[in-house]
């Protein structure tokens, strides 16, 4: 046990005497990824139609569809849809059929027209998104989890951050859907230039004086200097482009596209910061015991490690680096009532769910997934690390050049709004309103 001990401490010391830590499987402790059972809400929703608790209903133009979005309050009116082939049902995907997404704060769920196979993902607040396959057959709605197949795409530093997670690709679409790699591609969220975004998806609404890339197919031969963000935009309607009635509405929302590029990376990076946590902990337990320190002695690198991934994390948070909106964007579905109505509210009536959509995304920018289980979750010195610096930025008097973007104003009413709608917050939090 102590030539093991010895040899673990070397190893340690060697990778992390500079702060950085070692790339390992999560399917080792300590999250044993695969291996530990699923808390999300599609488990919780498994577990209650075993008991008898639930029925999903049938139905015979949308197949399980329609009751699953139902039973997990999934709105309809998040719809996007996206036709380029970088999904596992690629084969069924092209411009005339695209493969329609729903989502809500939690789960994520994917169909393509003549598919018999409905993708899920769903989010666990301890281990991260999890990947379901359900069988869209008349014969009985089975749900299976996956632990290696939809990681094949699912897991990669350059998209997901080295997490099981998911991603929101813009390219640039061949006739048939297919991307033409020579072309390249972007990963999208809100920090993303508004031309950059959106290749080879349907987008409904108007973006103001920017385009974007959706409702476009490309030449093979495009280069994306050349590519016109203004071509596909301000449709508010895509008759001519698609046949929106097997769908269960004709819409692909702007304003739904906005919170997804938002959203799906927020949870890449909460559970990047739920395992990095769990490690580093696991580490420094490690290190005291071979060392002979206390088992709770914190060490320089645990510190850098708890601030570079919590740092990471508050700035996507608070939108320090979204890309600004030019002109209004106005959606054509019901989506930002719908997201809106959602969230709690403060006794000005002030949410963190409430909506700018001409300068930025939101009026009061701090992610509406602070409210999450994922956030809740986090290993006590990652939440507490978070917790502390958003406090230090939300009452900081000089602004802060890492978070210029948030005026004086914007810092006081997030403070504001979340001291009256988030139970459990340090005390701080209340007194620095005194």
């Known amino acids: 046990m102590k030539v093991l001990k010895s040899l673990l401490l070397l190893l340690l010391l060697s990778t992390l005497i500079a702060g950085v830590a070692p790339a390992e499987d999560y399917d080792e402790e300590p999250i044993a990824y695969s291996r530990r059972p699923a808390d999300d809400a599609v488990a919780r929703l498994q577990r209650r139609i075993a008991a008898g608790e639930v029925t999903l209903t049938w139905d015979d133009r949308h197949g399980w569809l329609p009751s699953l979005l139902k039973q ?3 709105p309809v009116s998040s719809q996007v849809l996206v036709f380029s082939k970088t999904s596992l049902q690629r084969e069924f995907i092209a411009p005339d059929r695209p493969r329609a997404l729903y989502f809500n704060d939690e789960v994520y769920i994917g169909t393509v ?3 018999e196979v409905i993708e899920i993902a769903s989010t666990d607040p301890r281990q991260g998104t999890m990947f379901y396959v359900g069988n869209n057959r008349r014969s009985g709605m089975k749900t299976e989890r996956q632990t290696h197949e939809c990681l094949q795409c699912h897991d990669s530093n350059a998209f997901t951050g080295g997490v099981p997670g998911l991603m929101m690709r813009s390219v640039f679409p061949g006739q048939d859907g297919r991307p033409i790699l020579t072309a390249g591609s972007h990963v999208t969220d809100h920090r993303s230039p508004l031309p950059q975004r959106w290749g080879g998806w349907f987008v409904t609404g108007t973006t103001g004086t920017l385009g974007h890339l959706g409702n476009q197919i490309f030449s093979e ?5 050349h590519a016109d963000p203004l071509r596909g935009a301000g449709r ?3 008759v001519g482009l698609l ?14 596209l906005l919170v997804l590029g938002h959203q799906v990376q927020m949870h890449n990076l909460l559970t990047r910061a739920s395992y990095e946590g769990r490690r580093a902990l696991r ?13 709770d002695f914190r060490s320089d690198t645990f510190r850098r490690r708890i601030a570079s991934v919590g740092e990471a994390l508050l700035r996507f948070l608070l939108y320090a680096d979204e890309a600004s909106l030019t002109g209004t964007v106005r959606g054509t579905s019901t989506f930002a009532a719908d997201f809106q109505a959602h969230g709690p509210r403060d006794t000005q009536g002030r949410s963190l769910r409430d909506l ?22 986090l290993p006590p010195p990652i939440h507490a690390y978070v917790l502390e610096r958003l406090l230090t930025v939300l009452t900081a008097t000089v602004t802060d050049d890492r978070y210029n973007r948030l005026t004086l104003a914007d810092r006081r009413a997030v403070l504001e709004i979340l001291v009256a709608t988030k139970p459990g917050l340090p005390p701080g939090f209340a007194t620095a309103l005194r």
Do not use: C, W
Not at 360 to 372: E, G, N, V
């Open 283 to 295: 580490d420094d337990l490690v290190m005291n015991e071979a060392l002979g320190r206390p088992l």
């Open 113 to 115: 027209q003549h598919s």
């Open 356 to 377: 700018d959509l001409e300068r930025r995304l939101l009026k009061h920018p701090l992610s509406h997934l602070i409210y999450s289980q994922s956030f809740d979750a």
């Open 221 to 225: 031969n495009i280069t994306p200097e």
């Open 243 to 256: 046949d929106t009635d097997p769908y269960l509405t004709p819409h692909s929302d702007v304003v739904a």
């Open 236 to 238: 508010t309607s895509l």
């Open 72 to 74: 997990l309050d999934i």
